[in-house]
């Protein structure tokens, strides 16, 4: 009977032991199955207001393409509840690659143009079109750099932002302020909007705002962000459109130009407003939203950009 006794519990423990084995042997492949579900390929969904053109798997890769690593504003963009959409403009058989977002809003609105920096069509002017959208207002940002050469025909086709701002800075001036138009009277044409039409140039884009406020009257208002302004006197006499002016106070360079700038502008009755922001530097409407920004950044963005969507309500 003892014999019996011990057999038996040989066995038991034997089963036991294989039972073990057997449920340790699923454990493992159950866990390489969810590793292999959370590092794999997420499943893709359409945009949030439904447009099936592109999923959020391909914007984050255009994105990236087009930034070349500027992603510091992808998390909010990409999550804006707000229509966003790529448009191609055509202005005489050149094609103007544009973004823009319309505001959430049962009332036709007013149009923001945005003239991005000395760089190219990024992910944070693009963030600036959604921020200026979630007021109501309808932001469209070309691309300057649209079919610059048959090389290069936007902005995801240069490797730096030093080729884009050279290629920048070799535009005729005429050409782009044809292509503003050819955005300007596409605005005209957009049923959600209200015909009212304002421009906002960041840097650069300052001066390529003022330029197009002198080349089209029919503008309401131009807001230009530390910028410079035509040197020359003469071309304040065509000049019709408000200037609304934003200054960061470390930025001599820019800051210098200020006397002659009010000097023209008063002697031909221009109308031009301007602040200038405490200790903020150049480009702070882009680095006051960075990981690293500093608090007069982020101050002089928070304040100018209250400024700016205050001022629009008087559309």
């Not at 360079?253 to 200038?276: A, G, H, K, L």
Request: with cysteine; hydrophobic share 35%.
């Amino acid at each position: 009977m003892t014999k019996l006794l011990k057999q038996g519990i040989l066995w038991m423990f034997f089963f036991l032991s294989l039972f073990v084995m057997w449920c340790s042997t699923t454990t493992t492949d159950t866990t390489e199955d969810m590793d292999m579900d959370m590092t794999g390929t997420i499943e893709t969904s359409d945009t949030t207001d439904g447009d099936d053109t592109t999923d959020v798997e391909t914007q984050g890769a255009e994105t990236t393409m087009m930034d070349h690593g500027d992603d510091t504003g992808k998390v909010t963009l990409w999550d804006s509840p707000r229509h966003q959409e790529r448009v191609e403009i055509d202005n005489n058989g050149k094609t103007l690659y544009s973004w823009i977002v319309y505001p959430e809003t049962s009332e036709p609105a007013p149009v923001v143009l945005v003239i991005h920096e000395n760089k190219w069509l990024t992910d944070r002017v693009r963030q600036m079109a959604d921020d200026i959208a979630a007021e109501w207002y309808i932001a469209i940002a070309p691309d300057l750099l649209s079919s610059y050469s048959d090389e290069y025909t936007r902005t995801t086709d240069f490797a730096t932002p030093d080729d884009a701002t050279q290629a920048l800075y070799a535009l005729d001036q005429t050409q782009v302020t044809s292509d503003m138009q050819a955005v300007y009277d596409y605005a005209q044409t957009l049923p959600a909007a209200n015909g009212k039409t304002v421009s906002a140039g960041f840097c650069r884009g300052w001066s390529q705002a003022f330029e197009y406020a002198i080349a089209n009257p029919e503008l309401e208002k131009s807001y230009v962000f530390y910028g410079t302004a035509p040197a020359s006197w003469e071309v304040y006499a065509d000049l019709q459109v408000p200037i609304v002016a934003f200054y960061a106070w470390d930025d001599e360079r820019v800051n210098s130009t200020i006397p002659q700038t009010e000097e023209f502008m008063s002697q031909n009755n221009n109308t031009y407003e301007y602040e200038m922001y405490p200790w903020a530097g150049h480009a702070f409407m882009r680095n006051g939203v960075m990981p690293d920004a500093s608090q007069p950044n982020i101050d002089a963005r928070t304040k100018a950009f209250e400024r700016l969507i205050n001022d629009l309500k008087d559309l």
